[in-house]
């Protein structure tokens, strides 16, 4: 090894573990929000790039039906709610209209604009208008109703749900796997390395949303909401906060991280329906390195599991994986160590 | 009242019998997880399958095994059990197929496995295999690759049975011929999203060739990362890579690309005196015209030769035995085995007592991705 194949091997590790340093941090902020262990993250990274893959060979991809099915579904559950609440019908109907309103207008957008093969980047944001609102979506159907059991049964219902979207995304893009034109298809060299502009594309998304973030949280009503959900679901309560409106939103900013996720590496690598299982468990891998609490640490572990990865891959490639997943036990060992026990359920 | 009673034991009787004489074909496919590339066109000829073979009606049995070896032995337990089945074909997947064939062999059922599966010798007694086995397919590669002057191949495979397989296979057959040597071996999984660790390592060994073993779509990303890093020799890839999947992803990375591939996806372009030529048309004809122009592919061939078989082997097991029985498994079984040299679309099978594997060397053919499409080299 010399330093330039450990300088090819670095520039690959970090760029990885960006798109990682997303995951882990939308990981992490659904958990601190409602106790989820989200798993179908990667999900979101899969739906994003097939997504934008279909709209590319002017089909109407499935997420658009999926979104319109659980979009009805979600506020016939509010209705019927809202009925049995002894709200009045109108009430009830106004409220059932506004919440299907997005997703049925995303729909008609989507269906007029697939076989018209618009510029790339109009396809990105539909693709983004398609998926976000699912992880709202998801959060209504699988967990609302359960926002306050453990979180091992929470985690149950992650499982569940990442095995129901990944049969979905089967079904919706087939077998087969895509690989979505670059968004700036030019390189750059300094000294040994090759920049591809999409990697600087990757480098910029991901450093200005985690900047975008750090100022939703600090600057905004609702980012400090989320803070004070996640410090105390019952103090947020008593101060007025909706811990449901909490976690559906989010849920929101967990897809759209995901969503942005695909749409970054789609152009890098071949995307199957289920490659994204793998990439959020790498996302994961990168929370816990912040104890699932912590932003900078996750995004930083992000970072160390893209490097660890990328010079696994060279050293031996046949162990990657193991690899990068056994990190996790000297991380845990560590963080049990630092803290002492907790239990869950205090 | 006995009469009637009598009577409608009479009936339930003859009515079992007429049930028991259909031959019965129990077919676990992965129509769902990572191997459903392979499943759902195998499926989708065994569809146009005829309904009766030897005057004899088919019953097939189509179960979804998820790529999971648990699911397919379960699927086999109940093709045993439940469905009494003559013949259990499958698994598409490798592991599937392994872990199926302990339950084909304690029912003495044979087992036509759909993926080039390796079992210990002795352990095969029961199964055949239709794919071509990688050893068949790295003899034709190891032939063009010693005609071009190949030295010296890099190899980047799966980290899998397949992966593992080939890398064997090839390493044995490429002593045998005098073929090119394996100067670096590295790893890489369906899944990942960057083999530039990998592709650097090769790059740097610089090998006259590469060897890229993946299967369809996922062959693409390792291919593109080799020539990113420079590599400027000749790619070789599987025949698990022959389909329009590699080319759709790959683009013009691909190009110039040597892929293996049976014969049965390109018999416009075999030679008149290649011996699949007609039952490889055959096999398009039907295939793309319930399908679409362009859907033809390698694994709905497997599906095709497996009726090849069948129809060369039932009529003599039928008067041998009646569908249902032990004696009837045990003829299909010894029939197979006896059957000498059949043309299949996908080359020409001769099975003996020692050779499960089947295919002679005359089945593997090398293509030359030229334009995005395929040309026989």
């Known amino acids: ?346 | 009242m006995k009469a009637i009673k009598t009577l409608v034991a009479v009936a339930v009787t003859l009515l079992a019998t007429a049930a028991q004489a259909d031959i019965t074909i129990g077919i676990s496919l992965p129509l769902t997880g990572p191997a459903s590339g392979l499943g759902i066109p195998m499926n989708n000829y065994i569809k146009l399958w005829p309904t009766e073979i030897a005057g004899e009606k088919l019953k097939v049995i189509v179960l979804d095994d998820a790529t999971d070896p648990t699911k397919g032995v379960s699927n086999a337990k109940k093709f045993v059990t439940e469905d009494k089945v003559d013949i259990i074909m499958g698994s598409a997947a490798t592991p599937v197929a392994i872990a199926m064939a302990d339950t084909a062999a304690e029912s003495g059922t044979p087992q036509f496995m759909f993926s080039p599966a390796v079992l210990p010798t002795g352990k095969d007694h029961w199964a055949f295999r239709l794919p071509q086995g990688t050893a068949v397919m790295a003899h034709a590669m190891i032939e063009h690759m010693k005609k071009n002057g190949v030295k010296t191949v890099g190899f980047l495979g799966y980290t899998d049975a397949y992966g593992e397989s080939w890398l064997t296979d090839f390493k044995a057959q490429s002593q045998q011929l005098g073929g090119p040597q394996v100067v670096a071996v590295e790893r890489f999984a369906r899944a990942d999203t960057s083999v530039t660790g990998q592709a650097l390592k090769l790059v740097a060994a610089n090998p006259d060739a590469m060897l890229i073993v993946a299967s369809g779509s996922g062959a693409a990303m390792p291919h593109k990362g080799v020539v990113e890093r420079g590599y400027k020799g000749k790619i070789y890839q599987t025949h698990a890579a022959a389909s329009r999947d590699l080319v759709r992803v790959g683009g013009k990375d691909v190009e110039g690309a040597f892929v293996t591939s049976g014969p049965a996806v390109i018999p416009e372009q075999l030679p008149a005196s290649h011996p699949s030529k007609a039952l490889a048309a055959d096999f398009v004809a039907k295939y793309e015209k319930a399908y679409g122009a362009g859907s033809r592919n390698q694994f709905g061939g497997h599906a095709y030769d497996a009726i090849v078989v069948l129809e060369k082997v039932l009529p003599g097991a039928l008067k041998k035995a009646k569908p249902g029985t032990k004696e009837f498994r045990a003829a299909i079984r010894d029939g197979v085995e006896t059957m000498g040299r059949t043309v299949v679309s996908h080359g020409v099978l001769n099975y003996t007592k020692d050779n499960h594997w089947g295919f002679t060397t005359e089945t593997g053919v090398i293509l030359k991705v030229v334009n995005g499409d395929w040309k026989v080299e």
């Not at chain 1, 019927?80 to 997005?102: C, D, E, I, N």
């Not at chain 1, 900047?211 to 947020?236: I, S």
């Not at chain 1, 897809?255 to 970054?264: D, E, R």
């Open chain 1, 1 to 346: 090894m010399d330093f330039t194949i450990a300088s090819i091997l670095t520039l690959d590790g970090v760029t990885n573990g960006a798109i990682y340093a997303l995951l882990a941090l939308a990981t992490v902020l659904v958990f601190a929000v409602t106790r989820v262990i989200f798993i179908p993250q990667g999900e979101f990274v899969a739906y994003g790039a097939l997504t934008l893959a279909l709209l590319q060979l002017g089909q109407v991809p499935g997420t658009v039906w999926l979104l319109l099915v659980m979009a009805v579904v979600a506020s016939v559950l509010d209705a019927v709610a809202g009925l049995r609440r002894g709200l009045p019908a109108a009430a009830v109907a106004t409220g059932a209209l506004k919440s299907l309103a997005f997703p049925v207008a995303v729909c008609a957008v989507a269906w007029w604009a697939a076989p018209r093969q618009l510029p790339l980047l109009f396809q990105s944001l539909l693709t983004l208008a398609i998926v976000t609102p699912l992880g709202p979506l998801v959060y209504r159907l699988a967990y609302e109703k359960l926002a306050d059991a453990t979180v091992l049964v929470l985690l149950i219902v992650s499982v569940g749900t990442h095995f129901a979207l990944t049969g979905l995304g089967l079904v919706f893009f087939g077998a087969e796997g895509f690989r979505n034109p670059s968004f700036w298809d030019s390189r750059f060299t300094a000294g040994p390395l090759t920049l591809t502009g999409q990697t600087l594309i990757i480098f910029m998304v991901s450093i200005a949303l985690i900047v975008a973030l750090y100022l939703f949280f600090e600057r905004t009503l609702r980012g400090k909401a989320l803070r004070a959900t996640a410090v105390n679901r019952l103090g947020a309560r008593l101060m007025g906060i909706s811990t449901s409106g909490a976690g559906q939103l989010s849920f929101g900013l967990a897809a759209f991280m995901g969503a942005l996720s695909g749409l970054l590496i789609g152009p890098t690598t071949t995307m199957f329906y289920d490659s994204g299982f793998l990439i959020g468990l790498k996302g994961f891998v990168a929370a816990i390195f912040g104890a699932l609490a912590s932003y900078p640490a996750a995004a930083l572990g992000a970072v160390f599991v893209g490097l660890i990865e990328s010079f696994g891959s060279f050293w031996a490639s046949a162990f990657k994986e193991v690899i990068v997943f056994t990190l996790i036990i000297p991380v845990l060992l560590w963080r049990s160590f630092q803290h002492g026990h907790h239990d869950e359920e205090e």
